[in-house]
């Protein structure tokens, strides 16, 4: 406990035919989890809301040796649990990023509302846009593993 690193690490560069930009380095797990996720959840909301699948995932952090706010407990980014979601871009050339919408961005809210309830089914943390300071332009998605199967949705 305290320490970074990953046992066996994967780079995840696409699921399937969705790129990931840039190369995510994650544990097995959590590659895993974000790829059921991703094909499940990420590219059928889009289809539904959009009518366009997803071309590519931008994410701002995967793993890296770091302490949750920059003290006290270390994240799961240095886990290898964690990824950051920055913006999806979309194979009609939209690209959402992930913030809150504005007042009438009513598709943009829906699809950002959906990533986050879909994501609370696959990972015990979910933090977001509306959370806090730090989380304003993306979602954190982690498996960090918590007593009595507690999930942090916000």
């Keep these: 406990e305290g ?12 699921i399937g035919s969705v790129e990931m930009k840039p190369a995510a380095t994650l544990t097995c ?6 790829a059921g996720w991703t094909r499940n959840e990420l590219v059928p909301s889009a289809r539904w809301r959009y009518f366009s699948g997803v071309k590519t995932i931008h ?5 890296s040796c770091r302490r949750i706010a920059g003290e006290g407990v270390l994240s799961e980014h240095g886990k290898g649990n ?26 943009t809210r829906g ?4 990533v986050r309830a879909d994501g609370c089914q696959y990972f015990t943390t979910v933090l977001g846009p509306g959370y806090n300071y730090d989380h304003r332009n993306h979602f954190h ?11 942090a949705c916000r």
Excluded: H, W
């Design 141 to 151: 998605f982690d498996i960090k593993n918590r007593k009595n199967g507690y999930r």
């Design 82 to 107: 964690a990824l950051d979601v920055m913006s999806i871009e979309l194979n009609n050339g939209d690209d959402i990023d992930v913030r809150k919408p504005g007042l009438f961005a009513f598709r």
């Design 29 to 34: 797990d959590m590659a895993a989890t974000f």
């Design 3 to 14: 320490q970074c690193g990953i046992d066996y690490p994967v780079k995840v560069s696409a």
């Design 59 to 63: 994410q701002g952090s995967s793993y």
């Design 111 to 114: 699809f950002l509302n959906n």
